[in-house]
């Protein structure tokens, strides 16, 4: 079979940020009706390559072509007008303006006619734009400050495929940055869906995900990085998710990755318990107890409860019903501050919203949850937050210039590293782990089930969420499983005698 025409081709390309090398001459190629997958652990380069050929960069050195046409865009604009469109990782929505508004963003000169804005037309063509990628339930009018970040994703990606698409007949070429990092199973297939009838019409698709599993069920080849230089690639159906691993960390996967031999068994002490414990309308009757030293891992499909129970424990929520005891005594929590003083901390699944002040440097948001420990009186001491950062930026292999680097300028799972080395260094004892590894390298990941081992052997608590059922089941002592608003399950998970996925999975349907 003729393999079809190159649509876009990079070669040699060379991104420099000071005396950082972020790239070392990588290439990529991608033809017509293909979807590409890249793949590397946080750092990569995956997304600095992304930013390059979108515009929002410009490369130090190398050549860039659109079908065989030289290629430099100065900004994302000039590339959407060569048919280039891209959903960022980090969303670029305009949240104070209406849907309809941020889809034809730049475009208003579509719908003016005499100097004013037509705008029945322009959100009935929004609706259009919608119902297109399946999302048509989404209100055009509807201002984007007023929707879930999941449903903000969905319409990043129906503008971005509406702002892309050519009447001369010539082909686009869409760039995806992690965009299922936030949404549900069926909102993934759904955007899945929508990969495939954009390639189904020649069109080309560039996705870049952290799970190998949606790597291997989506494109038809894969581009593999590490440390801002090519590894290789190679065709879809000649991947594994053990070779893709091996080639993106230097190493093999075990099957000890869930560091399964440094499980350790929890002390009687028990630090938090839920009596009773209650949300109207969300939630009820929920009862457990998390001991010294454990991971208790909570389970269920979204809307199930899980994530709201979180918010009570870490005093976002306050319940309705019910109690909640911290080493026996009673706790009211009011907010997050108090629960914070009481050694609770969550790391939130949203880390953009909740999770970090992008604007503050990489050290200020490693000591956002610890201001005592690094203060003398009423003063912090810089030196105390410069040595707590530098401890951590080494600990978790944190990739950043130094610890004066603003914490927007690192990748999406260097910022989740971060986030995590802000509850290290809280000194809390139990900690809410909510999606802890999601939008992170299977390397990261492994990194990151090692600290967790360490925080068990050293007397801390979790409460894991986990971004897949296997990470909850793999890294849990117990696993307690929500359905409705109510438990509908529990099970013991020691290290030699894990739960199937299928029992579980049966208490949550």
Not at 139 to 155: E, G, H, I, W
Not at 222 to 229: E, F, H, R, S, T
Not at 367 to 374: D, E, G, I, M, P
Request: glycine share 10%.
């Amino acid at each position: 079979m003729q393999e079809s025409k190159v649509c876009f081709s990079a070669k040699g390309i060379v991104k420099h940020y000071g005396a950082t090398h972020a790239l070392k001459g990588v290439d990529l190629e991608v033809r017509e009706g293909e979807i590409v997958g890249l793949v590397g652990e946080n750092g990569a380069g995956k997304s600095t390559l992304l930013k390059i050929i979108i515009g929002a960069e410009n490369p130090s050195s190398g050549q860039m072509t659109m079908e065989d046409q030289p290629y430099a865009p100065k900004n994302p604009m000039e590339a959407n007008a060569a048919g280039v469109g891209m959903v960022f990782q980090e969303q670029s929505l305009i949240v104070n303006l209406s849907v309809g508004q941020n889809i034809f963003f730049g475009h208003e000169r579509d719908f003016r006619r005499y100097g004013v804005i037509n705008w029945p037309r322009m959100y009935k063509q929004a609706q259009r734009v919608l119902e297109e990628v399946d999302v048509g339930h989404i209100n055009p009018r509807k201002k984007v400050s007023d929707l879930n970040f999941a449903t903000r994703q969905m319409v990043e990606i129906a503008k971005v495929m509406n702002v892309t698409q050519r009447t001369d007949g010539r082909k686009c070429m869409i760039l995806l940055d992690e965009p299922t990092s936030v949404l549900s199973e069926e909102e993934t297939e759904n955007l899945f869906v929508q990969m495939r009838k954009i390639a189904a019409c020649g069109h080309a698709v560039v996705f870049v995900s952290h799970r190998l599993d949606e790597i291997l069920e989506v494109t038809d080849r894969i581009y593999v990085y590490k440390d801002g230089a090519s590894v290789g690639s190679l065709n879809t159906g000649d991947a594994t998710e053990p070779l893709l691993y091996e080639m993106m960390v230097g190493r093999s996967t075990t099957s000890e990755y869930y560091k399964l031999e440094r499980q350790v068994e929890p002390q009687d002490a028990v630090v938090l318990e839920a009596k009773g414990l209650g949300l109207s309308g969300v939630f009820k009757d929920v009862n457990f107890a998390l001991r010294r030293g454990e991971v208790l891992g909570v389970c269920g499909v979204v809307g199930s409860g899980k994530e709201d129970v979180c918010e009570v424990l870490c005093g976002d929520q306050k319940p309705t019903a019910g109690a909640l005891y911290i080493h026996g005594q009673k706790a009211d929590f009011q907010s997050p501050a108090q629960a914070l003083a009481a050694g609770v901390l969550m790391i939130p699944k949203e880390r953009l919203v909740e999770g970090i002040v992008r604007t503050l440097s990489v050290e200020d948001n490693i000591a956002a949850s610890n201001h005592r420990l690094v203060s003398k009186g009423p003063f912090v001491l810089a030196a105390r937050v410069r040595e707590q950062a530098l401890r951590l930026i080494g600990r978790l292999r944190i990739k950043t210039r130094g610890p004066k680097e603003l914490l927007m300028q690192l990748s999406g799972g260097n910022q989740q590293k971060v986030v995590f080395s802000r509850a290290l260094a809280s000194k809390c004892e139990i900690l809410i782990l909510n999606h802890p590894t999601r939008g992170v390298d299977v390397g990261a990941k492994e990194e990151f089930y090692g600290l967790i081992r360490d925080m068990m052997q050293e007397g801390k608590a979790v409460i894991l969420l986990g971004d897949t059922l296997d990470e909850c089941i793999g890294m849990s002592n117990r696993v307690l499983v929500m359905k409705d608003g109510r438990l509908s399950g529990a099970f013991d998970a020691p290290a030699r005698g894990k739960p199937s996925q299928v029992d579980v999975v049966s208490a949550m349907m």
